[in-house]
């Protein structure tokens, strides 16, 4: 199996459970205390960040990187979708045709994007060295 599509899959769904947990502590915790958005902002920052070096050094290739932050971004809206229809956030509910697109659009470009930049540092890191490389 490619490996965006392990990753993609794999980390997606450790994404998605973040994600989740932060739906639903939302209403219970205080945001003065717990800042959970910002916190679970730099954890999908990071993983889909992993998702695209991994890859990429695993392939060469950034487009896998990319494929890889999509399949993870788009999984990860498809259960946030899901986990906010049966525990609605503090906001609101996300229940008007542009709040979803809104909701997916973001999770999906947020994967790809960061998967891109992180994939492009990846495909250099598995590079072969010369012999007259410095290490």
């Known amino acids: ?21 932060t739906i639903l502590l939302a209403g219970t915790v205080n945001p003065a205390d717990w ?3 910002e916190i679970d902002q730099l954890v999908n920052i990071a993983l889909f960040s992993l998702i695209g070096f991994r890859v990429a050094r695993a392939t060469g290739i950034v487009r ?16 946030g979708l899901a986990v906010a229809r049966f525990f609605p956030p503090p906001t609101g509910p996300i229940d008007s045709p542009n709040l979803l697109i809104q909701h ?5 470009a947020m994967g790809g994007v960061l998967a891109i930049v992180a994939g492009w540092f990846g495909s250099r890191a598995g590079q072969q060295r010369g012999p007259n490389a410095r290490p």
């Open 1 to 21: 199996m490619a490996p965006s599509i392990i990753w993609g899959i794999g980390v997606g769904l450790i994404i998605a459970a973040v994600d989740a947990a």
């Open 35 to 37: 800042p959970l958005d």
């Open 64 to 79: 896998d990187a990319a494929e890889g932050g999509v399949i993870a971004g788009t999984l990860v809206a498809l259960i």
């Open 104 to 108: 997916v659009a973001w999770n999906i």
